[in-house]
């Protein structure tokens, strides 16, 4: 898990979501308010947007794109609802998710289910070899 997540809110504009993508190398952001996840935005997400605003790549339309951009919030694309999982669950647990679901990310929650990390399958994967 990692426990130093990078999160957005509702209404961040997904310029902001972008940048926090981007300069943070990761591939999913947690939107939390009042400490709560409410949704969850891939960078996929994000990668559709753009093909739905950019027109033949050319300056103009990325040019479109960083407005548009500049006016959609958070909120108005994120996946909900977001299934988490529980700080004190066992590895297996977010196994189990992944398995029966087609996410690649599970926000962690403590008991008054604020967010407290983040797991992967790529976590997943590293736990596995770092087991033998």
Do not use: W
Not at 40 to 55: G, N, P
């Amino acid at each position: 898990m990692t426990s130093d997540v990078i999160s957005c809110y509702p209404n961040d504009t997904l310029d902001s979501v972008k940048d926090k993508i981007v300069n943070n190398l990761i591939h999913h952001i947690p939107v939390v308010e009042n400490e709560k996840v409410v949704g969850i935005i891939s960078k996929s997400d994000l990668h559709r947007m753009e093909h739905h605003f950019t027109l033949f790549e050319n300056p103009e339309a990325e040019q479109s794109n960083i407005q548009i951009f500049s006016t959609i919030l958070a909120k108005e694309i994120m996946a909900t609802p977001v299934i988490c999982i529980r700080e004190d669950e066992p590895v297996n647990a977010a196994v189990e998710v992944f398995l029966e679901n087609t996410l690649h990310a599970l926000p962690v929650v403590n008991h008054d289910d604020h967010l407290v990390g983040i797991v992967t399958t790529f976590d997943l994967i590293r736990f596995s070899f770092a087991k033998d």
